[in-house]
């Protein structure tokens, strides 16, 4: 079993900062991409970021320079540090990982059941 947990959600006031966590943990060969995503009140789920073992990442329009993502490979454990919040960034975020039981197997995609953000106004 692979388990993905997420934590550091909560309420901020706008302008403020947050950083989520997402530990990934079970029978693990190898994590690839790691990434972020967000679902708003009555809105389809979007990608915030991805980060791959290599260290390169992708961030959507609507966070870069505010949004840093970040990983421990040792742990397989990835980091969402979001300064200057804002409203329309209140979602339930969730992480995602592609990841590797074993050597002779190709990745299967895991999700952790997600960690709410409140920016208030």
């Known amino acids: 079993q692979v388990q993905l947990v997420e934590s550091g959600g909560g309420l901020v006031q706008a302008g403020g900062s947050l950083r989520l966590s997402c530990a990934a943990s079970?029978?693990?060969?190898?994590?690839?991409?790691m990434g972020w995503y967000r679902q708003a009140p009555g809105k389809q789920r979007e990608l915030v970021t991805t980060?791959?073992?290599?260290?390169?990442?992708n961030y959507a329009d609507s966070v870069k320079g505010r949004f840093t993502i970040s990983r421990d490979n040792a742990k397989n454990t990835v980091y969402l540090q979001m300064n200057s919040l804002k409203p329309e960034d209140t979602a339930v975020y969730y992480c995602?990982?592609?990841?590797?039981?074993?050597?002779?197997?190709?990745?299967?995609?895991?999700w952790g059941k997600g960690t709410l953000v409140t920016v208030s106004s």
């Open positions: 995602n990982a592609d990841i590797q039981r074993t050597a002779t197997y190709y990745g299967m995609d895991y």
């Open positions: 079970g029978s693990i060969f190898r994590v690839n991409v």
């Open positions: 980060i791959t073992s290599s260290g390169s990442t």
